[in-house]
């Protein structure tokens, strides 16, 4: 991510001066960080809603329900994780959110899965292979209808505005399990391994929660 | 010669599957279920959360509003994350450098036929949704929503995430600074999704 950010913002800065856009690059500075406000507090009242309803379905035992339902799904994909824990619960609620294309709902119950995944986490600051591999899930989310793109094409007046859905689910498909891939086999990487919060063994990771 | 032909067994395969799912009466079945669950997959949960709850003896106000006060905080945290990534990918937008980076990439997607117009969603696709979206809006309004383009650019639209949003988010919400091998692994399955945008339409909607 260091290398990412400083890269984006030296390169913008650099070609921003060649092109002579040196003034368009500070202004977007400044409206792109009004504008991340405003994303983030946008978020607070449906985030608010959905973390209360959420919480009602874990007292109620509905998300460990859940839970155990895709547990081998999720031991496999998710090895550090209990089998029972809630975080397999929201992590699900999450991705078929996101499959069903409702994105209001699939934000906070993602939040809300992070929130768990955190709660095992033994170093707070780093993320832990199954927060990736949660992430590389949802990053490559198959929407089963694309509903924004859809309106953008009947609005242009296509034949069929639905006819992209066969290609893109198929697409997200193999982007799905590419990142995924992708996050299982970084993960061995010496580099990540050294990074790891779970490289130490249990010791420490049962006393959080 | 061996490698020609194991390509050409894929390609087969490929436009096999793709087929299928084409024919699958994608238009009208499949997207009126798809339809029914969405709309009502919400009022559902609404329902059966708190009435669950309630049989289960859960407290259900009380652990409604227990629950909701997280809400403010976990979107506050965010802040500083989304403000630090938007605002690096809203000056490199700024500064045309979109423009250098498909100069250099368009020689290899050429190269799966990829039509050059459709670089910039690729590339634009992680950085920003709205972005990305735009981009897709002008190529269709240029081209046409069924030009072999605007299929393109809709599919990849898509079927790819906003990678750096999601990651700045999520990560954000619980204060993650090292994100490790995140990044790297969104892009791979962006990249592949896009590439696979591309061959499937290929595939599906031919060259016209």
Redesign the interface.
């Known amino acids: 991510?260091n290398y990412?950010?400083l890269g984006?913002?030296v390169?913008?800065?650099v070609?921003?001066a060649i092109?002579g856009?040196l003034e368009?690059?500070?202004?977007?500075?400044v409206?792109?960080?009004a504008?991340?406000?405003d994303?983030?507090?946008g978020?607070?009242?449906i985030?608010?809603?959905?973390?209360?309803?959420?919480?009602?379905?874990?007292?109620?035992?509905?998300i460990k329900i859940l839970s155990r339902a895709i547990r081998p799904i999720a031991k496999w994909l998710f090895p550090d994780i209990p089998p029972d824990h809630p975080a397999i619960g929201a992590m699900l609620m999450n991705i078929?959110?996101n499959w069903?294309?409702?994105g209001n709902?699939a934000?906070?119950l993602?939040?809300k899965a992070?929130?768990e995944?955190?709660s095992l986490n033994p170093e707070?600051?780093?993320?832990t292979n199954s927060?990736?591999t949660f992430?590389?899930l949802?990053?490559?989310?198959i929407?089963?209808?694309?509903m924004?793109?859809?309106a953008?094409?009947a609005k242009?007046?296509?034949?069929?505005?639905?006819?992209?859905?066969?290609?893109?689910?198929?697409?997200?498909t193999?982007?799905?399990?590419?990142?995924?891939t992708?996050?299982k086999l970084?993960?061995r990487?010496p580099s990540?391994k050294k990074?790891?919060p779970h490289r130490l063994p249990e010791s420490s990771k049962k006393e959080e929660k | 010669m061996t490698d020609t032909l194991t390509a050409t067994a894929i390609v087969d395969t490929l436009k096999q599957v793709a087929q299928t799912v084409a024919t699958v009466p994608t238009e009208t079945t499949f997207v009126t279920i798809m339809k029914g669950f969405s709309n009502y997959a919400i009022p559902f949960l609404l329902l059966v959360i708190p009435v669950l709850g309630y049989i289960k003896k859960v407290k259900v106000y009380e652990s409604f509003i227990d629950g909701a006060k997280e809400g403010f905080n976990t979107a506050v945290r965010i802040i500083p994350y989304l403000v630090a990534i938007l605002v690096a990918i809203g000056m490199f937008r700024a500064s045309g450098a979109m423009d250098y980076f498909v100069a250099i990439l368009s020689p290899l997607t050429n190269l799966i036929g990829m039509p050059a117009e459709t670089l910039p969603v690729a590339l634009m696709r992680p950085l920003s949704g709205s972005g990305a979206l735009g981009i897709v809006t002008e190529l269709m309004k240029e081209h046409g929503p069924d030009s072999l383009i605007g299929r393109i650019a809709s599919t990849m639209w898509g079927s790819s995430e906003t990678t750096f949003y999601v990651v700045a988010v999520y990560f954000g919400a619980v204060g993650i600074k090292k994100t490790r091998h995140a990044i790297p692994s969104g892009l791979i399955g962006d990249t592949v999704g896009l590439i696979m945008a591309v061959v499937l339409c290929l595939i599906v909607f031919g060259v016209n």
Not at chain 1, 138 to 141: D, E, G, L, Q
Not at chain 1, 143 to 146: A, E, G, H, S, T
């Open positions: 991510m990412i950010w984006l913002m390169i913008s800065l070609v921003g092109n856009r368009e690059v500070t202004n977007a500075a409206t792109y960080a504008s991340a406000v994303i983030a507090l978020l607070i009242g985030m608010t809603f959905w973390l209360g309803i959420m919480k009602i379905a874990e007292n109620g035992g509905i078929i959110a069903l294309g409702l709902a934000t906070p993602g939040l992070m929130d995944l955190q707070k600051d780093t993320a927060m990736i992430l590389a949802n990053t490559a989310s929407c089963l209808i694309p924004t793109v859809i953008v094409r242009l007046g296509s034949a069929n505005p639905f006819e992209i859905i066969s290609t893109t689910v198929v697409a997200s193999c982007a799905t399990i590419a990142g995924v992708a996050a970084l993960q990487l990540m990074s790891n």
